[in-house]
Structures are given as structure tokens and as C-alpha cells.
């Protein structure tokens, strides 16, 4: 079956860096889109970045433009996300999610129904 495995997260201060990563296993990992969302307590759960297949298009919610980078390794079925210069309001928990289609637009890839696959989240927390 198919599993996304996050892992990297933790207890940063404010300003600090820290890089989640996304395991997958179960499905041919190159045939699809990879997102990141993430979800505060007492939040709904929101998009954060998002990487086609071959790595060559890249898409980022405003809120963490400049300050996350999302990159993958599809030797390693393995999806990342940098996270410089962090903030409390980032605080959440992050999850990966694959996606087989290779739709091209913003209101898509915002959408948490347009993904097939959802990793079980980890937990970041910035502190102030």
C-alpha cells in the first residue's frame, strides 16, 4: 500500500531553520505531483508548496514565499521542504501529499481533494 512517512520536525526558535522530509513507498513515485500543506491548531489545513513531477515547476503560497524551498530526489522517493527564517505563525503540523495529475493551476493545487495520497503529519513548533 502506499505510505508517505514525514519526518524532521521538532522545536526551532524564531528565525531558525529546519528541513522536513517525505518518504514515499507503494507507488511509482515519479508519476506524481508532491505537495506540502500544513494545519495550526484550531485551523483549517492550507497549502504551502507544491513540485510537478520532474522537479521543474516549482509553486509557493504566499506566506512562505522566500522563506521555504521544496525540492525532490525521485532516486530517493523523497520529497523536502526547507524552512528558513521561521516564524511562530508557522507553527503547525506538516504533511505531504502525492498527486497522479498533472493539472496546472492555483485553485488546484489548494485544493486538499486534488491529492490521492496524505503522509501523517509532523509536528513544528517555533518558538518566540
Known amino acids: 500500500q502506499v505510505q508517505l512517512v514525514e519526518s524532521g520536525g521538532g522545536l526551532v526558535q524564531a528565525g531558525g531553520s529546519l528541513r522536513l522530509s517525505c518518504a514515499a513507498s507503494?507507488?511509482?513515485?515519479?508519476?506524481?505531483?508532491m505537495g506540502w500543506f500544513r494545519q495550526a491548531p484550531g485551523k483549517e489545513r492550507e497549502f504551502v508548496a507544491r513540485?510537478?513531477?520532474?522537479?521543474?515547476?516549482?509553486y509557493y503560497a504566499d506566506s512562505v514565499k522566500g522563506r521555504f524551498t521544496i525540492s525532490r530526489d525521485n532516486a530517493k522517493n523523497t520529497v523536502y521542504l526547507q524552512m528558513n527564517s521561521l516564524k511562530p505563525e508557522d507553527t503547525a503540523v506538516y504533511y505531504c501529499?502525492?498527486?497522479?495529475?498533472?493539472?496546472?493551476?492555483?485553485?488546484?493545487?489548494?485544493?486538499?481533494?486534488?491529492?490521492?495520497?496524505w503522509g501523517q503529519g509532523a509536528q513544528v513548533t517555533v518558538s518566540s
Open positions: 507503494g507507488l511509482t513515485f515519479s508519476q506524481y505531483a
Open positions: 501529499a502525492a498527486d497522479r495529475n498533472t493539472i496546472s493551476s492555483r485553485s488546484y493545487y489548494y485544493n486538499l481533494g486534488s491529492y490521492d495520497y
Open positions: 513540485v510537478n513531477r520532474s522537479g521543474s515547476n516549482i
